[in-house]
């Protein structure tokens, strides 16, 4: 005898005839609901897990992967991008969700490659699949497939910086421009920008330098998804060796 109610919630299942004639019960909706959660996890694990495989660490390396928003040393001129960071952290999970994105431009050295990982150090710990990568090694990374001798293609790497929850574009115009070199960072701010992606760019250009290495085009997309906000901090890096040599 089929049992009557759900093995799950106890709840009493409903009797179905088929065109056969025999009478069976249907699923209850919460077996339903069970199973496509679970497939949804398989779903979710399994992309994280190919992302991870291109991108070890998420690409944050040793350096980055100790940032947070707590260890940010705040100096003169860096409230403005240490608050978006802040804003930006705080409401993360909707950020991601909804495709919200922040431009910090500023000076060498002063601190936003740090907010920026800071960020990414957050969604990672949500379980969110997560790339930080320097546009220079970024695009080092993609010219490198085209050799054909590697397990990875163009199409993995531009798949997984268009399927993660968050992509970190750091340093961003500090890559030597080419027209192959734009057009792939279009690509890539675009598939982020056409998914409603959220993506995170810093750059030491300001935004005339930047719209030069990136075109017009992905700037216009940039300047829809991203608070764009400047940090005005000197280099921390300079203030450091200063007092080093005292």
């Known amino acids: 005898m ?22 069976v019960h249907a699923k209850c909706p919460c077996v339903v609901a069970d199973f496509e959660k679970r497939q949804k996890d398989l779903v979710k694990r399994e992309k994280k897990e190919r992302i991870e495989r291109l991108f070890e660490n998420s690409g944050l390396g040793e350096r980055f992967k100790k940032c947070s928003l707590d260890n940010w040393y705040r100096r003169p001129g860096t409230d403005k991008a240490y608050e978006a960071a802040c804003r930006y952290n705080e409401n993360i999970s909707n950020n991601v969700r909804d495709g919200k994105g922040l431009v910090i431009f500023g000076t060498y050295g002063n601190g936003k490659s740090h907010l920026a990982a800071a960020i990414a150090n957050t969604t990672i710990r949500q379980g969110m699949t997560t790339v930080f990568e320097r546009v220079p090694s970024l695009l080092a990374k993609i010219r490198a497939t085209y050799g054909g001798d590697g397990d990875i293609t163009e199409y993995q790497l531009l798949k997984a910086l268009t399927d993660a929850d968050l992509v970190v574009l750091d340093d961003a115009g500090a890559e030597k421009w080419t027209e192959w070199a734009e057009s792939m960072l279009y690509t890539v701010i675009d598939e982020r920008y056409s998914y409603q992606k959220a993506l995170i760019i810093t750059t030491n250009s300001n935004l005339n330098e930047l719209e030069k290495k990136i075109g017009i085009r992905a700037m216009d997309r940039v300047l829809e998804m991203c608070e764009i906000v400047e940090n005005k901090g000197t280099s921390f890096r300079k203030e450091r060796a200063r007092l080093r040599k005292n």
């Not at 089929?2 to 009478?23: D, F, H, I, T």
């Open 2 to 23: 089929l049992p009557e109610n759900c093995v799950l919630c106890g709840s009493p299942l409903k009797a179905v005839q088929m065109p056969s004639g025999k009478w």
